[in-house]
């Protein structure tokens, strides 16, 4: 019998005005493909308008003998991971050659006096050059860390903006990183602002991790991006966990929206250390498909104006030219298996193909398949507020905006609580 889980819950259906039910049937309207379509009407936003492609093969190896079992698939993911690099997000360095942490601040009585909050900094250093970057992160009160099983699951949020700006509270009273939700619930979380690692700004690699590991300038094919860089960060956080007693290392779930959810699923992808990958409304260069060329896509995300420094430059190739890539987004999910994988889409956020994220995801399970696990369907149509749990893979799409909202959160949590039942 299959594991895989619907829950239907009632909710207020915000496209159609008013209550509907959940689970129903996902069709975007003709106002939100106008609206997306607004001022760029060379671009993809109707499923009928998709042109035919084809994907290349998740499970062929490049000498073109097939995977048919879990051990054989290593062998393959290496050979993705290494293209990957190359064509899409560069080469990283690997860890520091030293590394330490330092508690900056505490403060016991955060969240209502319900947790502590604490700021570190870690220090890098490598060839002579250092650099460093902080993180903050917010634990239940109470956690004994002498008490075997009482070290927490955490969620860590590569953000794209500020540690001000993250916890304001949005007109909507929601916040990017609620806290007090995670809290209550009992994980603890950590934040680290993306900006530190690498600038998001076209005069990016002036600071940030380039001061540990000098690029040229311009820099190499495979020179590595902001995304990268980003994910990196993540990786030396994750470092600082395995030394922190609250913390359960072996449950840390890496995520981020949009921008911080495509990094995530590179962090996640390259370091297997993370117990839990979530995307949140990623889309092109995350959990989107290339090749459908719905909403933005290689060509678009690479402009001048635009975002081509969070990528190597050997992407470029690619504008216009997807079925030239030797991957497609499938394989990055499928990098993370057989560890627990989460892709999130927005109904309103057509920029970021929905139905192309939840397909990437599905092609991906085939690899959960060869390790024992449910997979997916991908010609499953989507329903709005239908979140699928299998064992390892989890799937919302949420009505509204492209954002990351408590609604979100709550899925993850909910998704959290499955894979890491409390004691
Ligand atoms: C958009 C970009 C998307 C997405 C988003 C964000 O402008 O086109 O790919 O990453 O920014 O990160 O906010």
């Known amino acids: 019998m299959s594991r895989v889980q619907y829950f239907l819950t009632p909710l207020l259906c915000v496209a159609c005005g008013g209550i509907g039910s959940a689970g129903e049937l996902w069709e975007p309207t003709e106002a939100e493909i106008k609206q997306a379509e607004a001022g760029r009407t060379h671009l993809t936003f109707r499923e009928a308008e998709v042109e035919p492609y084809e994907l290349p093969p998740l499970l062929k190896r490049a000498d073109g003998t097939v995977v048919e079992t879990a051990d054989e698939w290593q062998a393959r993911r290496a050979e993705l991971l290494t293209l990957f690099e190359e064509h899409v997000y560069g080469r990283l360095p690997g860890p520091p050659e030293e590394m330490s942490f330092e ?235 057989p560890r627990p994988l989460y892709v999130a889409s927005a109904t309103e956020d057509l920029w970021a193909d929905p139905k192309g994220e939840y397909q990437a995801l599905a092609h991906a399970s085939k690899v959960y398949e060869l390790h024992g696990h449910d997979g997916l369907d991908p010609e499953r149509p989507l329903r709005v507020s239908d979140p699928i749990q299998t064992d390892r893979l989890g799937h919302h799409l949420r009505p509204g905006k492209h954002d990351l909202s408590r609604k979100d959160w709550t899925h993850y949590i909910d998704f959290a609580d499955h894979l890491w039942p409390k004691p």
């Open 103 to 337: 508690l900056l601040s505490e403060d016991m009585s955060a969240v209502d006096g319900k947790a502590t909050r604490r700021k570190y900094r870690i220090d890098c250093q490598s060839g002579g050059r250092t650099f460093d970057f902080e993180f903050h992160l917010v634990i239940p009160n109470g956690v004994d860390p002498k008490k075997v099983d009482s070290a927490v699951p955490v969620f860590l949020l590569i953000s794209h903006r500020s540690f001000k700006e993250v916890g304001r509270k949005k007109p909507i009273d929601d916040v990017l990183w609620p806290v007090d939700l995670l809290i209550e619930r009992g994980y603890g979380t950590a934040i680290f602002v993306e900006n530190q690692l690498s600038p998001d700004n076209r005069t990016a690699f002036d600071s940030g991790l380039v001061e540990l590991h000098p690029q040229s300038d311009p820099r190499p094919a495979d020179g590595w991006g902001g995304l990268a860089a980003w994910g990196w960060g993540a990786s030396r956080v994750l470092d600082c966990f395995e030394e922190i007693d609250e913390v359960d290392a072996s449950k840390v779930a890496v995520l981020g929206h949009s921008r911080g959810g495509k990094s995530a699923l590179w962090a996640g992808a390259r370091d297997d250390r993370f117990g839990l990958v979530i995307s949140n409304n990623s889309g092109c260069g995350g959990a989107a498909l290339s090749r459908r060329r719905f909403g933005e896509t290689i060509a678009v995300i690479l402009r001048e104006d635009r975002f081509p420094y969070w990528f190597a430059p050997k992407f470029q190739d690619y504008k216009d030219r997807e079925a030239g890539l030797p991957i497609d987004q499938h394989m990055l999910l499928a990098l993370v298996a």
